[in-house]
């Protein structure tokens, strides 16, 4: 049977039952006697963590400190346990134990309990029970847990690149733990890499499915994933229901947001300027020849501007600009290729405003190169600036043309808007001290009479004692 992992509701399936999937070796972690010096079991380990069913780790508290907030934290030298001479002598290194527990059969990364060790770098009593899965399926928060200890040790997790799916699959188990264990900025490179791999398949997805995809991207740190998430949501912004817009990560909804007005700024512009348009042929200067006969050598121009205003005007009022569904998407690419107003849309015209064949022609051409004259006002608008291939085979309903910069992902914002602060506080303090150094102790500058009783300046320095 297919596998299939749901991101936001939105299924994706991989072809291959996870049956394929290759199994984590745990041969040698089944004995925890066993010490290969090399991942996971290293002779001079001085942690040992038990996820169950045999998998120990015997690893290295200072790794675990330097990638993990959560074992930071918990493994200091307060609470690792005092070996005595004797364990020292004979080889005992462990000051630490860890063991997961209250792992639910799917869902949850359990929780990680520490257990006291004596001097001679034992614990007694276990909440685990030893022993194998007699056949039931393993839990994938085994491989997750793997995963992560292998990228402390900068060897590279098993992500299993079967499909989008498969991958998807790997990578969120990976961001759960983790989360859990503060190790985010450990794993963000490979959950990054891994993904993009995907290349158009993963584009496609967030295209699908921008919303979950940029509360994965945000969980992670991926520039390049929430970049184009991002890019997709302000797209469809007016076809978002306002209780999914409101479910997006705060940070990354007041990115949206600025990002939708900044667009509708644009839009509002571009459609003013089309508005008021007049061509070069038809205007004129105080200097040239303004007679009747000017301005009627360009009647045809002039029709054909009060025939595409009203067009124009009539798709505002519809709602078709930028406060449509669509963001506006179809009434800039009509006026992008130029399908609009065609010969059969002229005929409606020609009922009121019958002409020869000759002045039918010559009205059609002329409204052509009217036509071009907009075509400019709207490039920017169609500029795709996804990495989703857009084609005739692959076509969005809305635009794609919203910059995102670095210096606009959340985190990037929060770094420089934190270095700000501690620079301000820094000079405010620089300047604190450089006040104090003014004034010797029991000296204090000199308060003018006048400030007092309006009288003259007091000469000399006051002292105040108390």
Not at 25 to 33: F, T, V
Not at 253 to 277: P, Q, S, T, W, Y
Request: hydrophobic share 35%; charged share 25%.
């Amino acid at each position: 049977m297919p596998s299939t992992i749901k991101l936001g509701g939105v299924s994706l399936t991989s072809d291959k039952s996870p049956k394929s999937q290759p199994s984590m070796r745990i041969s040698n972690m089944l004995n925890p006697a066993i010490k290969t010096d090399k991942f996971p079991h290293f002779e001079d380990a001085d942690v040992v963590i038990n996820l169950g069913g045999g998998r120990i780790y015997d690893l290295h508290a200072s790794v675990l400190r330097r990638n993990s907030t959560f074992f930071a934290e918990h493994l200091t030298e307060e609470n690792g346990a005092v070996l005595s001479s004797k364990a020292k002598k004979e080889g005992v290194t462990v000051r630490y134990r860890v063991e997961l527990t209250e792992l639910a059969p799917q869902g949850n990364v359990g929780v990680m309990v520490f257990r006291e060790v004596d001097s001679n770098g034992r614990s007694h009593g276990s909440l685990q029970l030893p022993g194998t899965e007699n056949g039931k399926v393993t839990n994938p928060v085994y491989k997750n847990y793997h995963n992560l200890f292998k990228a402390y040790y900068n060897h590279t997790p098993d992500i299993y690149d079967l499909s989008i799916a498969t991958v998807l699959n790997d990578c969120m188990g990976l961001v759960d733990v983790a989360e859990y264990l503060g190790s985010i900025s450990v794993i963000r490179q490979t959950v990054d890499i891994h993904l993009l791999r995907q290349g158009q398949v993963l584009f496609r997805s967030i295209a699908a499915n921008a919303l979950a995809w940029s509360d994965l991207a945000f969980r992670v740190r991926s520039p390049s994933i929430l970049t184009e998430s991002v890019i997709h949501l302000v797209g469809q912004w007016n076809a978002i229901p306002l209780a999914d817009r409101n479910g997006l990560n705060p940070e990354v909804l007041e990115l949206c947001e600025a990002k939708v007005a900044e667009l509708d700024n644009i839009k509002m512009a571009i459609e003013l300027r089309i508005f008021g348009h007049y061509p070069s042929v038809v205007q004129r200067s105080p200097g040239d020849n303004n007679g009747r006969q000017a301005y009627s050598s360009n009647i045809y121009m002039w029709m054909c501007m009060s025939v595409f205003r009203q067009w124009f005007g009539q798709s505002l009022a519809e709602g078709r600009h930028r406060i449509s569904i669509d963001g506006g998407c179809q009434l800039y690419r009509q006026l992008a290729s130029g399908q609009y107003l065609d010969r059969n849309a002229l005929a409606g015209f020609h009922r009121y405003f019958p002409m020869s064949l000759k002045g039918m022609a010559v009205l059609e051409n002329t409204l052509g190169a009217l036509k071009e004259e907009f075509k400019p006002f709207v490039e920017e608008l169609l500029v795709n600036r996804s990495q989703m291939e857009i084609n005739d085979n692959n076509k969005t309903t809305y635009l794609t043309c919203c910059i995102v910069k670095k210096s606009d992902l959340p985190w990037v914002k929060a770094a420089k808007e934190k270095a700000q602060r501690e620079r301000r506080d820094t000079t405010m303090g620089d300047m604190d001290l450089d006040v104090a150094d003014d004034f010797e102790d029991g000296d204090y500058p000199v308060i003018p009479e006048s400030a007092h009783n309006g009288g003259s300046s007091a000469k000399g320095k006051g002292k105040e004692k108390a």
